[in-house]
């Protein structure tokens, strides 16, 4: 009966119910089970509302900056579309697995209008255990006095990958400070040689058992030397270390970046879908 009522917010008595199932995903729900294990589900904490229909258990899905269904069938991603409608589009991408985030998208498509990019097929990538590829040692932790240097790299890797510029509407304001957060967290890795960064990666969601490894990118006049194997093998090292699983997902059609983290020793565990919106 509860599931006729539609999907419905989670409150703080949901807590550990909502932990129980993302634990049960560790590697797919690594982005919102980082937020839920530090601040729980009160929406104003994790930046958005953890909803469900007819309890965690049996369906869940984060709606914030990105919509991130994580368990239910077809009928539960019909509530998680309708109430995502009905008022102003709050969310600027879908992501998570495939399975879910396909379906999910085409219910809301009609609403919302078409992607700015679909991309249906990214393997979900991880590792736990020692990479099979030696770590380069000259990559490691950027420092706070090194911001303007990375900033630079990580601006390049966002239009690059993304395909906008992560400075338009505030000046790079906000980006700034999302960058500046992850290298004072201690997650932001570059390899620097002459005052610019040829390796970079950030470790941009830790959950208590998964560090996901994001941003990845190599300089242009660096490419195909294997720099982005064993700088992300330097960082997944550092994951596994921690005694984390090390987890990263990838665009099906970047076979370059596929073969570089095959020869790390990543093995796909899932098939994530990005839905990018306007």
Not at 230 to 255: D, E, M, P, Q
Request: glycine share 10%.
């Amino acid at each position: 009966m509860l599931k006729l009522l539609g999907a419905k917010p989670l409150g703080v008595r949901d807590t550990s119910e909502v932990l129980r199932v993302l634990n049960a995903d560790p590697v797919a729900s690594c982005m919102v089970a980082a937020r839920v294990e530090e601040s729980g589900v009160e929406p104003r904490l994790i930046h958005g509302e953890m909803w469900s229909r007819g309890g965690p258990s049996m369906s869940l899905c984060y709606s914030g900056a990105n919509l991130v269904p994580l368990r239910g069938d077809i009928d539960d991603l019909r509530s998680f579309a309708d109430r995502a409608s009905r008022g102003p589009r709050l969310c600027s991408s879908l992501v998570g697995r495939a399975e879910l985030t396909l379906p999910l998208w085409e219910m809301l498509e009609g609403d919302w209008g078409p992607p700015r990019e679909l991309r249906a097929e990214q393997p979900l990538l991880a590792l736990d255990c020692a990479p099979a590829v030696a770590p380069d040692r000259s990559v490691r932790l950027v420092t706070m006095d090194e911001l303007d240097i990375y900033l630079t790299a990580a601006i390049a890797m966002f239009i690059e990958e993304v395909g906008v510029d992560p400075r338009a509407g505030d000046g790079g304001r906000g980006y700034r400070r999302r960058i500046a957060g992850l290298i004072a967290a201690g997650r932001a890795w570059a390899r620097f040689e002459e005052g610019q960064v040829v390796y970079k990666a950030e470790v941009g969601s830790m959950s208590s058992s998964v560090g996901q490894i994001q941003g990845v990118w190599v300089h242009p006049l660096f490419r195909g030397h294997g720099v982005g194997s064993a700088g992300t093998s330097s960082v997944a090292a550092s994951i596994v270390a921690g005694g984390r699983t090390a987890s990263l997902y990838v665009n099906s059609f970047n076979s370059a970046a596929r073969r570089a983290y095959a020869r790390v020793g990543f093995r796909q565990v899932a098939t994530f879908t990005t839905v990018l919106l306007d």
